[in-house]
């Protein structure tokens, strides 16, 4: 079975300043997805970025990207110039590239300070 | 279309008690997904239809616990004798078919069992 771990229950920044979190993950498959999905107190998920395992380039989506590390097995993410707005759990979560459900970490609360 | 929906927003219960949930997804999505995330945790996988039919259930997912899609728009969650360790967020995703297609969530239910 995939496993997703984020080792970083809490994580604090300061306003404009940069921040990475992390996540590893184990899987035997050779096709799946990565994401990093955003969890603010209202509680709605919403994605922030995507990869495919087969891309070795790097997604980036405008201040947030990853660093994807297929043979460590590992999948940071980058958020760059942080806001106020970005205070919220983070999961990784990792998806098969023959199922459609996704498997997520525990989550890492970002706290970004002024 | 707002995004997927779920009703109700709370729910406080008795132990013993049957609950329901519904979940209505986004209209052109023809996958919908149920996930439960306790406090602390990321979400679990519960159970997957694609349109109509019901195509996986976690082992998570027992006897007690059923779901529907009946015309494969909206879906329910049906939770008969909930005890304590029910209590949950219960979290409903809808995507559209194909591979690494972006699960939209909705709010969630709270359910408490008391």
């Known amino acids: 079975a995939q496993t997703v771990t984020q080792s970083q229950p809490e994580m604090s920044v300061q306003e404009a300043e940069t921040v990475t979190l992390s996540c590893t993950y184990d899987?035997?498959?050779?096709?799946?997805?990565l994401f990093w999905y955003k969890q603010p107190p209202s509680r709605q998920m919403i994605l922030v970025i995507r990869?495919?395992?087969?891309?070795?380039q790097n997604a980036t989506e405008n201040r947030f990207s990853v660093n994807f590390q297929k043979a460590a097995k590992s999948f940071s993410l980058k958020i760059s110039d942080s806001q106020l707005g970005d205070a919220a759990m983070y999961f990784c979560?990792?998806?098969?590239?023959?199922?459609?459900?996704?498997?997520f970490g525990t989550g890492t609360r970002l706290q970004v300070t002024l | 279309d707002t995004g997927v929906s779920q009703d109700p927003r709370h729910k406080i219960t008795k132990r013993g008690q049957n609950v329901t949930f519904r979940c209505d997804p986004i209209?052109?999505?023809?996958?919908l997904y149920w996930y439960r995330q306790t406090l602390g945790q990321g979400p679990e996988f519960l159970t997957y239809?694609?349109?109509?039919?019901?195509?996986?259930k976690s082992r998570l997912l027992s006897d007690r616990f059923s779901a529907e899609r009946p015309k494969g728009s909206f879906s329910t969650l049906e939770i008969q004798r909930t005890e304590q360790g029910d209590s949950a967020m219960y979290l409903c995703?809808?995507?559209?078919?194909?591979?690494?297609?972006?699960?939209?969530f909705g709010q969630g239910t709270r359910l408490t069992v008391v």
């Open positions: 995703a809808s995507s559209s078919q194909g591979p690494n297609t972006e699960a939209f």
């Open positions: 899987t035997s498959e050779s096709d799946y997805y």
């Open positions: 990869q495919e395992a087969y891309k070795q």
């Open positions: 979560a990792y998806m098969s590239g023959t199922a459609s459900k996704l498997t």
């Open positions: 209209s052109e999505h023809n996958r």
């Open positions: 239809f694609q349109n109509e039919a019901q195509l996986e």
